[in-house]
């Protein structure tokens, strides 16, 4: 098996709607019985207070928050409210190769509600060096945590950053609002029409990065994703996470030509697991970037480590695959933008 503290509640509202009960009810067998029957042995101790289950929502209950992002997103998974924020403004080149937004430049946050009427946000946020301190402060401001500051590309031109904003309130709206004045001091463009230049087919033997890595990709602006989640229950502060939210691992090929590609990943793991993940990434032939965490209050607990790579496409997904072997995840469908 294939082996994302707390945000002010400015504006309170009422309790949740017995819609949103009546949906986690029905929701948490699925999320908590399921996941939990295949959790392994080994993985982090959880503690013993009731989860909060998040509850499915539609676009039109984020319409608000839309507005003061100042950009659209949408429905993933059932349970969270997606926006993309690619740093299409900038031209960042990494060991030669200039990188796409779709292989390592891709800011994101998602928005998920819970059954107590909560909104948690969780995102990854793409700074160049000379924003990351202005964008730090207007998240401290606005009671936006950083649950992490890290990198994913080897010696990068210009410098560019990462970095997990996390908040926690009643009032999704005014966080919507905390993280917009924060991504106004960067140059995070609004959303762009798609790029119909970009081709659907790419020079990659697809078919067989797919059969090696066990889950179907997707083409993103150019680029070619397997994306992966943990099978355990993933908690925080106490709050279920939707599969994926926070702890999902990714492979993304950008092509180079005649079937080779620059790999840009991030493998979720387990304290146990590390060692075993960091060997093997090193035997396929990658270059470790960083190992850090997400988020802060995560059960179980987990890392990440983010990897580069060029060379051959197939041969960097086969030993890429013994990595994610050394995990407890299972493969996922790519959701686009």
């Known amino acids: 098996m294939m082996r994302e503290d707390r945000q002010q509640?400015?504006?309170?509202?009422a309790g949740a709607s017995r819609r949103h009960l009546l949906a986690a009810a029905t929701l948490a067998p699925m999320l908590g019985g399921a996941i939990s029957a295949c959790a392994p042995t080994g993985t982090s101790k959880q503690h013993n207070h009731?989860?909060?289950m998040p509850v499915r929502t539609a676009l039109t209950d984020w319409k608000d928050v839309a507005v003061a992002l100042g950009r659209t997103g949408d429905i993933r998974r059932e349970f969270m409210y997606h926006t993309g924020l690619p740093r299409r403004d900038l031209n960042v080149v990494s060991q030669g190769v200039?990188?796409?937004?779709?292989?390592a430049l891709g800011s994101h946050v998602s928005f998920v509600r819970y059954a107590?009427?909560?909104t948690l946000l969780m995102g990854d946020v793409v700074?160049?060096?000379k924003e990351m301190q202005s964008f730090a402060d207007v998240l401290h401001e606005r009671k936006i945590e950083q649950t992490a500051i890290h990198k994913h590309l080897l010696s990068q031109d210009p410098e560019i950053w990462w970095v997990h904003v996390h908040a926690h309130g009643k009032d999704p709206v005014a966080?919507?609002?905390?993280?917009?004045?924060?991504?106004?001091r960067t140059g995070a463009p609004p959303p762009g029409r798609p790029d119909h230049s970009v081709p659907r087919e790419l020079d990659l033997d697809v078919a067989t990065i797919d059969k090696v890595m066990g889950v179907k990709g997707g083409i993103d602006d150019g680029v070619y994703k397997n994306t992966f989640v943990r099978r355990e229950t993933v908690t925080d502060?106490?709050?279920?996470?939707?599969p994926g939210l926070g702890s999902t691992s990714a492979i993304n090929y950008q092509p180079l030509g005649n079937g080779r590609a620059a790999v840009s990943g991030d493998c979720a793991m387990i304290a146990s697991e590390v060692q075993d993940v960091l060997a093997a990434l090193r035997q396929a032939g990658c270059q470790l970037v960083e190992l850090h965490n997400h988020g802060l209050t995560d059960e179980p607990r987990l890392f990440f480590v983010h990897f580069w790579a060029v060379g051959d496409a197939v041969k960097l997904a086969k030993g890429i695959r013994k990595a994610l072997d050394a995990t407890n995840v299972k493969g996922m469908a790519v959701e686009i933008g």
């Open 9 to 13: 509640d400015t504006h309170p509202q």
């Open 50 to 52: 009731p989860s909060v």
């Open 98 to 103: 200039t990188v796409k937004p779709g292989l």
């Open 116 to 118: 107590d009427g909560n």
């Open 127 to 129: 700074v160049t060096e």
């Open 175 to 184: 966080i919507a609002k905390g993280l917009r004045a924060a991504l106004d």
């Open 237 to 242: 502060a106490g709050m279920v996470l939707p």
